[in-house]
């Protein structure tokens, strides 16, 4: 099996070309970036603003168990006909929307979550020192809520390049593509050597966004927020 | 314009559901059945994990290094790495579920058993009690809203993954929604992504009902 896989992987054919390892490799990594970051674009504000006035605890659990609970695979499957209703086709969109849904719980969370926790003291000393509601969030706040924000996007972006995989449910070219392709094939050399592939990177992209945090926040102690930050969910 | 264009005229066909009833009970014992199968070997698979860490405290970093990286590696990736050895159906998806509940699990004991206050366990010793006693008795005992909601979490997860499991033929919700998806039929995706939502629902109001009935100190108003 594993020589199967080797023989796969050493094949150029496998690598070049449309359906090249390389063009889905790009494919993957292009639509998880893009979903990650209109995930960040869409989350981010509102939960800084409902952390800065204590407000949306109730909306944050809420958020963590229904995320939880709501299966991956349906929200790709169930954007589909959707897409197909709004003329958006399938492939690109009906993932990207599927990934941005997936990817807004766990960076809204967190962020809201940071700005909510900062210590009441710092706020009302930053408060007696003359600064603006604006200047409380954007130069107290916000660089307080950083570790935990940046914990938030990490598992965002695991939990994207994990489902980017199913992508290919809806007729995206992805990493997903050749699993499906040689499970209907038996083709298991294929199959193998593309699930290598995805648990490879994400894993990397776990630690390249692990390595980003340590450095956007190198005062943050890290094992205490790796803990808070259990919104994380298998994929 | 394209041959998919062909059945989305409704969102939810109640005659589909209505002549189906039989499959959905049938998918819901597979679900049921894996869940179960699933977070109960982890348990005892996780429950052995813990107590190595905690006899031995060095072993709990890599413990956990570990089922952190197979908690993060795709399920269908997984599935699929495990295929090739354990061929289609109920088995690759319920060793790769098996792997994704340690990490929630190992977590939870260690972090229970070890929030069990000293003064407790000093208490035990006084009174008598032998190691293993005290440690199924007490600090087992005491952790076990810890340990239940472990579970809780590791179920609702197992529950929602168990969908993917379809793709490489383990049964369950995960049908229907495969089955929809190639026919472009939303009425088989909504019923099994809805009821796999209200069966994860269903044991996560569960657990916390068993999380309240196990720690009676706590509705008492009494630290534990």
Redesign the interface.
């Known amino acids: ?1 594993i020589e199967d896989a080797l023989a796969y992987l050493t094949d150029a054919d496998s690598w070049w070309g449309r359906n090249g390892l390389v063009n889905l490799t790009w494919n993957h990594v292009r639509l998880s970036g893009a979903a990650l970051l209109a995930a960040i674009v869409l989350a981010v504000p509102p939960a800084l603003l409902l952390g800065h006035r204590h407000r949306g605890g109730l909306l944050t659990v809420t958020l963590v ?1 229904l995320s ?8 790709i ?2 954007v ?2 959707v897409s ?2 709004l003329d958006l086709g ?1 492939g690109f969109w009906p993932t990207f929307v599927a990934l941005v849904l997936l990817a807004l719980p766990p960076v809204f969370v967190n962020a809201y979550t940071g700005v909510d926790d900062v210590d009441a003291a710092v706020v009302e000393a930053a408060r007696g020192m003359g600064m603006r509601e604006s200047e409380v969030l954007r130069r107290v706040e916000v660089p307080a809520a950083m570790p935990l924000l940046a914990a938030g996007v990490r598992v965002s972006a ?1 939990q994207v ?3 980017t ?2 992508g290919t ?2 007729g995206y070219r992805c990493l ?1 593509t050749p ?2 392709q ?2 209907a094939e038996r083709d ?1 050399g294929k ?2 050597a ?3 592939i ?2 490879a990177l ?2 990397l992209t ?1 630690a390249a966004f692990g390595a980003l945090g340590r450095r956007l926040t190198p005062w943050a102690d890290n094992p205490t927020i790796e ?1 808070k930050a259990s919104v ?4 | 314009m394209s041959i ?2 062909t059945r ?1 005229d409704r ?1 939810l066909s109640w005659e589909w559901i209505g002549d189906h009833t039989d499959e959905i009970w049938e998918r819901t014992l597979q679900h049921l059945q894996l869940t179960g199968y699933a977070v109960g070997i982890g348990l005892v698979i996780a429950m052995a994990m813990s107590m190595v860490a905690l006899r031995w405290r060095r072993a709990y970093a890599p413990l956990a290094a570990l089922s952190g ?1 197979l ?8 599935f ?2 495990l ?3 354990t061929g ?1 159906g109920f088995r690759p998806v319920l060793i790769a579920l098996v792997t ?1 509940t340690l990490l929630i699990l190992l ?1 939870n004991i260690v972090a229970g058993i070890d929030g069990v206050p000293r003064s407790v366990l000093e208490a035990a010793d006084g009174m008598g009690y032998e190691p293993w006693r005290r440690f199924l008795a007490v600090d087992l005992r005491l952790a076990t809203p810890a340990i239940i909601g472990g579970i809780r ?1 590791a179920t ?2 197992v ?3 168990v ?2 499991g ?3 033929g383990s049964g369950g ?2 049908v229907f ?2 089955d ?2 190639s026919r ?3 009425t088989p ?2 019923v ?2 809805g009821l ?2 209200a069966m ?2 269903a044991f ?1 109001l569960l657990f916390v009902a068993v999380q309240r009935l196990t720690t009676p100190w706590s509705r008492a108003g009494m630290a534990p």
Do not use: C, E, W
């Not at chain 1, 994380?232 to 994929?235: N, V």
């Not at chain 2, 908690?71 to 997984?78: C, D, F, G, K």
């Open positions: 099996m168990n939880r609970a709501l299966p991956t695979f349906a929200v499957a169930f589909l006909p197909y209703q399938l695991v390049v994990a489902t995989t199913l449910l809806v997903g699993i499906i040689g499970i298991y199959v193998l593309a699930a290598v995805v648990a994400s894993l776990d803990t994380q969910h298998a994929t | 998919f264009a989305h969102l990286a908690y993060s590696i795709p399920s269908l990736a997984l699929a790495i295929v090739p050895y289609l994704y977590r979490v609702v997860t529950i929602g993954l969908t993917v379809a793709l490489v919700y995960g929604i495969n929809g998806l472009n039929f939303t995706i909504i099994g992504g796999s939502i994860a629902i996560d």
